[in-house]
Every structure is written in C-alpha cells, then in structure tokens.
C-alpha cells in the first residue's frame, strides 16, 4: 500500500459495519459488493447508492453505523472532487476511498489534500481488486499514516495583494483553495462555468503555478 502513504486513515468505532458504495455503474456496484463479500464475510454490510443526493440522504440517517464511504468521480449529479468536498464537510469524521477510472497524479494529489483517505483507481484488472480490499482492510484496522498537510483558504486576499488580482480572481482563489472545483464555484458564485475557468487560469498565471496542487501546496507551505 505504499502508493496511498501520504493519506491520513483513522481508527474506526467499532460499531460502525456498513460500506457504503457510490458509483452510478450497476455493475460496479454489484462488483463490489461481492468482491468485499467474498474478502471480509459477515464483517461488513454494503449499501449502495448511484448518485451522491441518495448517498446523502442514506448517510443523514445512517451516519453512525457507515464504516466507509467508496466514491467513484464521476456521478450524474457529482463531477470530479465535488463529492467528496461534500462529504468532508457533511460528515468529517467518516473515511472516504476515492475509487476512480482516472489515475492522474493531480486529482491524487487534490484528494489527498482534501481528506480522501486513499486513492483506488479502476484498473479492471485483479491487481486493482486486491489493492481495494487492501485498503479497506488498513482502515477497518486504523493503521497509521502520515497525516496530508492543512491547506487553509484562509489570506487569499493578503497573499494575492500586489498581484492585480479582482475581486473575482481573489474570491474564486478563495474557493479553490477551500476545495471547490469549476462547477461547484460556479453554484457557489452564480458565475458562468467559462468565467470561472478564465478566473482560475487568471489566478494560476499570478502566481506561476500549472495546476490546483501547485497552487494549494503554495498556501499551505
């Protein structure tokens, strides 16, 4: 598991016995739900959920008992790390897996950055099956891991001082250090997604940086 070292996981109350699927691929779904079957028994039930609203209103009621939240990227009504924004802020204390098609090193990076507690890309093959239960297994176990760095939204402004940013730029740098991607800044700030984009871009040439990870790294140092 050496590939996820640099994800925070933490121990589980020993109560909590429900994993909770979220990918809008039946198939996975029932993929899944076997495979953590066949690898732990009795020890966990799975739940599952095709859009991140019903996994939501599961997890409203269901908190307490959820274990472990697997979420794929790329849902019906979630796209990229919004999801998993979501859920950080709903319900901090519950682990979420990213378990995704994408393996790019930035969206890893980003996710671990904002509290993803591992990183499984779909590989479809047994080498990523193996690799998944093994990362369910080191959480439902509380293995320690380093701890991914803070990264505080906070003194955008003082910190964009000097460097002809407008009040937009500075408010959706705001948002992208607290997490936000494209289309969540765009519902948080009535902007256009293409105004959005041209913001970030505007922001990521005043400070020399290619990609949000860059960027963060920067404010969290």
Request: proline fraction near 5%; charged fraction near 25%; aromatic fraction near 4%.
């Amino acid at each position: 598991m050496k590939e996820e070292d640099d994800f925070t996981v933490r121990a589980l109350p020993g109560t909590r016995r429900t994993i909770l699927v979220v990918d809008d691929h039946e198939l996975v779904r029932i993929g899944m739900r076997i495979t953590i079957r066949e690898r732990f028994g009795d020890r966990f039930a799975v739940t599952e959920a095709a859009t991140l609203e019903d996994a939501l209103v599961f997890l409203n009621a269901h908190a307490g008992e959820t274990a472990l939240l697997l979420l794929d990227l790329q849902l019906d009504d979630s796209r990229g790390l919004t999801g998993l924004h979501v859920m950080r802020r709903s319900f901090p204390d519950l682990p979420v897996v990213i378990v995704s098609g994408s393996d790019d090193p930035r969206i890893r990076s980003e996710a671990a950055l904002h509290g993803a507690a591992a990183y499984v890309p779909k590989d479809g093959g047994p080498g990523g099956v193996t690799r998944l239960m093994e990362t369910i297994a080191s959480i439902a176990a509380g293995e320690p891991r380093p701890a991914a760095p803070a990264v505080p939204a906070r003194h955008a402004a003082g910190r964009a001082a000097g460097l002809r940013l407008t009040d937009r730029q500075v408010q959706v740098l705001e948002l992208v250090l607290a997490g936000y991607d494209n289309r969540a800044i765009a519902e948080e700030t009535g902007l256009a997604v293409g105004t959005v984009k041209n913001c970030v871009s505007a922001v990521f040439l005043a400070f020399n940086v290619s990609s949000r990870a860059e960027l963060i790294a920067m404010f969290a140092s």
